[in-house]
């Protein structure tokens, strides 16, 4: 099966310029997953969506900050304007919902998104 | 206020040995604990997950959990370079959907 597909893998935009992240789950999984890793603060969860709904975006840092999912095999991350502060890796992940099982409860991670703003 | 608390390391240890990374919780209500591999560059990956007082055991791994200490450790027996990595460890968030993640410990097992 193909995992976590997340594009662009990397990127470095200018400071003001919009950056638009894009993420395709498993087939099947009901939660999707936006998280950002830097050295400073660790993976921290932006948002989750449960059948494209979005439940949690209590993690987003500012109004610059945006996420959709308009169906179930897609996802997108947006940053508008862009600030050198947000350069960080975003992971986007999925996971399908069986409590008390493996698979139920393992959170699979993309390859993530390498973002550089200067 | 960050939840999950680790040593960051780096924790060196030499090939053949045990390695022990621990790991602490604020949220008393947590109820599943899990320990991701994370190489330079890659994404994290799911080793081990626990629910229940005690020891779990699979392979060189033993993840054990304390939830009166509110406290998770992960046992790594044999140590192998390859097993250089930082660890992560994740508990599950209120809502019980998401994880929160500790910064990770880095481990370098030495030939």
């Known amino acids: 099966d193909a995992g976590v597909i997340q594009s662009p893998r990397h990127e470095v935009t200018e400071m003001g310029q919009e950056v638009t992240l894009r993420c395709k789950p498993i087939?099947?999984?009901?939660?999707l997953f936006w998280y950002r890793q830097t050295m400073m603060r660790g993976l921290e969860l932006l948002i989750y969506f449960n059948n494209n709904v979005p439940i949690d975006d209590s993690g987003m840092p500012e109004d610059r900050f945006s996420a959709k999912m308009p169906n179930a095999s897609f996802s997108t991350l947006k940053i508008q304007p862009s600030e050198p502060r947000d350069s960080a890796v975003y992971f986007c992940?999925?996971?399908?919902?069986?409590?008390?099982?493996?698979?139920?409860?393992?959170?699979?991670f993309g390859e993530g998104s390498w973002l550089t703003v200067v | 206020q960050k939840e999950v608390e680790q040593n960051s390391g780096p924790l060196s240890v030499p090939e053949g040995a045990i390695a022990s990374l621990n790991c602490t919780y604020s949220d008393r209500g947590s109820q599943s604990f899990f320990w991701y591999r994370q190489y330079s560059g890659k994404s994290p990956e799911l080793i081990m997950f626990?629910?229940?007082?005690g020891d779990k055991e699979d392979g060189r791994f033993t993840a054990q959990l304390n939830k009166a200490s509110q406290y998770v450790s992960l046992l790594i027996r044999d140590s192998q370079p390859s097993d250089s990595a930082t660890y992560l460890c994740a508990v599950n968030s209120n809502s019980g959907y998401a994880l929160n993640f500790g910064k990770g410990t880095s481990l370098l097992v030495t030939p």
């Open positions: 626990i629910y229940s007082n």
């Open positions: 992940a999925s996971k399908k919902l069986g409590r008390g099982t493996l698979s139920g409860n393992t959170i699979y």
């Open positions: 087939s099947g999984h009901d939660y």
